[in-house]
């Protein structure tokens, strides 16, 4: 589900005995909540557990549960009235979700008496679903233990038109069900959906913003495509076992002008001192969890699960070293076999060797308008038809379209469209003939004589193309990628660098991308690691167990470290946003301390300052641009997620390649210096 809010915020948690039969208070002098249990849930709701364990155990593709019905609509319509008019949301962005959100709501316990009335029905709320009644309730229908009083969990999202999570697993620290709680307006006139009763539902399945199942394939991966779909419904509450590897799931983006409000949040392991804790059971979880399988290409693929395309690097025949004056090594015949697709200028020596300067004072280049203007022509019209066809959405689909294109997976990782140059056969489209003029010997010479870097032995490269409304790649590094067999490290031969010359050749035709608003943009990021530190020295899986309160559901999906992907989280964190009582987002000013405690605005501002620092280079999409750095190893990079919204597909060809180790193949300056 969605991240939780920055937990230098929170404070204590309410006693775990708490509930709001028993007249429980919350921290700070509170007086008892006055609203019984009966009186915040649906009648008869903890009635119907056998009925929800049954709909539980047989549900696919993974167990959940659906309750139609969860709290008193009289309670749950206060509930939203409170957050609609007494709360800010900030926006939030990284690789995995765009979207809005409050504060942690166990901040509540810390505003003063007066400030708590405002928002008494959802802390009512709050209490009676941590309470020891409802915690025995979810226990019951799911199985799953004893649940955390202790360890409380929650906030308030906020999805508008374009926000969207992407998929991953939720396991994070003891995290142990995962649940969402839907608030759309029920008297929201533009939907005409109903319940068996003929109440409004709040929110019209078109409207996107769906909560979206995965299924496990044979290999433990998820598909490439979900395989449930549950759509938003005014007081409905979905929930899950957080299972490690297996309880995937996505929301779809908002397409529509409308807010999705919910509240989300996760119930977690017993905490020691309380009952039911075991000792060590979050670490073993932790330890299964698909992200730990997946933080880098080499554990991929010892785990066998199938990643398509291939992490691996490939080799390169050999070919004679580079010197300084590399760009003797193309001969005659390697320029008329790149001049059918690479712009002459480009093939000039005195503009390779200018070009040479500049990527060893920066380690990196744009070379504009790269490919030459008759195949460039070519091209485009072959890439603007495939615009205007049937896309393929599906792995079926690809298959009945009989299409040159294969989609790649897990999409935990990254979800495209992908062709790999064959070496087999001659290319028959212009996108696979430009494919295959990138992953020749020939542009491995020029790349060489470009950047003087000195010898190239191991590359990757494919042809992507990124669809609205499916599309991306999250945040990963290029540490520990694997040879051509799939089982070694190519770093596994001495080289101290371990770096990657990487290029991406964008030929996005259509416009409008500039801004990013749509996504499809190519991000270059800092992890945050020291210079000197080298790749075996890091023990990331303990960095990443050390302290699950200041993580979110992103850092582990992508093999990152939290620190930057915090500063990533708050870098288009430049407004507050409110709900207003007609529905509608709107930008606001501050109220009192309640907005105080969930107000993060000062910690906004530092964040996305250092991000700006962290960030190393935004590519948007565009037209005809080859973007070539060298990479250091722990640098983060991910694809933008591309928007329904989108003015149409990104396309690019992309590469990398392997200096040789036991040359001085790095650059004076890596990207991570070029600042």
């Given at each position: ?59 696919r593709p993974y167990k959940h549960c659906i309750i139609d019905e969860l709290v008193s609509d009289t309670l749950l319509r206060r509930v939203r009235r409170e957050i609609t008019t007494k709360l800010h949301f900030t926006p939030k962005e990284t690789d995995i979700y765009k979207l809005h959100q409050t504060g ?109 199942l995965y299924e496990i394939d044979a290999k433990g991966a998820p598909k490439a495509e979900w395989n449930k779909v549950v759509p938003p419904a005014w007081n409905q509450l979905t929930f899950f076992v957080v299972q490690p590897g297996v309880s995937f799931h996505d929301v779809e983006e908002v397409v529509f ?276 530190e080298q790749p075996e020295q890091k023990n990331d899986q303990e960095h990443r167990h050390s302290d699950d309160d200041e993580n979110d559901p992103a850092v582990y999906l992508s093999g990152s470290h939290s620190k930057r992907r915090k500063e990533l989280e708050q870098l288009r964190a430049e407004a507050k ?99």
């Open positions: 589900m969605a991240t939780v809010a920055n937990p230098r915020k929170r404070l204590r948690s309410v006693s775990p005995a708490s509930s709001v039969a028993s007249g429980a208070t919350s921290l700070r002098g509170s007086t008892p909540l006055p609203v019984a249990s009966s009186a915040i849930f649906a009648p008869g709701l903890f009635d119907k557990a056998a009925q929800y364990h049954a709909q539980h155990a047989s549900s942690d709501l166990l901040n509540i316990s810390g505003l003063s008496f007066r400030d708590r009335e405002n928002l008494s029905a959802l802390r009512s709320l709050r209490d009676s679903m941590y309470s020891s009644e409802f915690r025995a309730f979810i226990t019951e229908i799911c199985d799953c233990g004893p649940l955390s009083g202790l360890k409380q969990d929650m906030s308030i999202n906020c999805y508008v038109k374009g926000s969207h999570l992407l998929t991953h697993d939720d396991v994070i620290g003891s995290r142990r069900v995962s649940y969402i709680l839907y608030l759309p307006d029920p008297e929201d006139k533009d939907c005409g959906i109903e319940d068996v009763h003929g109440r409004n539902l709040g929110w019209d399945p078109a409207w996107g913003g769906a909560l979206r002008d409308k807010p999705r409000l919910a509240i989300s949040g996760w119930f977690h392991l017993p905490q020691k001192g309380e009952d039911g804790y075991i000792e060590g059971l979050q670490e073993s979880l932790n330890l299964e969890s698909s992200r730990a399988a997946l933080a880098d290409a080499a554990a991929a693929a010892a785990a066998g699960l199938g990643e398509l395309p291939s992490p691996a690097l490939k080799g390169i025949s050999n070919f004679s070293r580079g010197t300084d004056s590399t760009y003797m090594t193309l001969t005659q015949q390697d320029i008329e076999y790149l001049s059918v697709t690479i712009n002459p200028k480009y093939l000039d020596v005195n503009a390779i060797l200018k070009s040479r300067d500049e990527f060893v004072d920066l380690s990196l280049l744009e070379l504009d308008g790269v490919l030459n203007d008759e195949f460039a022509t070519k091209l485009r019209d072959y890439i603007e038809d495939l615009e205007r066809s049937p896309v393929p959405v599906s792995v079926s689909d690809a298959a009945k379209l009989k299409s040159e294109w294969r989609v790649s997976r897990p999409p935990h990782k990254h979800r495209y469209l992908y062709i790999e140059p064959s070496r087999e056969s001659e290319p028959s489209t212009p996108i696979q003939q430009l494919a295959a003029v990138v992953g020749s010997r020939q542009f491995s010479k020029w790349l060489m004589s470009i950047t003087g870097v000195a010898e190239l032995t191991h590359s990757r490269i494919l042809a992507r193309r990124f669809r609205q409304g499916l599309d991306y790649t999250l945040a990963t590094t290029s540490l520990n990628l694997v040879d051509e067999n799939g089982t070694a490290s190519i770093y596994n031969d001495g080289d101290a660098s371990g770096g990657l010359l990487e290029g991406t050749l964008c030929i996005t035709p259509s416009i409008g991308w500039d801004e990013g608003e749509f996504g499809g943009y190519e991000l270059y990021m800092d992890d945050g690691a020291t210079s000197d946003l409110s709900v207003g009582d007609d529905g509608s987002a709107t930008t606001c000013e501050g109220q009192a301390n309640v907005d105080e405690l969930f107000d993060d605005s000062d910690d906004d501002e530092e964040a996305e300052e250092s991000a700006g620092d962290s960030v190393l280079l935004t590519s948007q999409a565009k037209w005809n641009v080859l973007t070539i750095v060298y990479r250091d190893p722990g640098v983060l990079k991910f694809v933008k997620y591309v928007s329904q919204n989108a003015p149409g597909s990104r396309w690019d060809v992309t590469g990398e390649w392997k200096p040789a180790p036991t040359h001085n193949s790095r650059v004076e300056a890596a990207v991570s210096d070029s600042d």
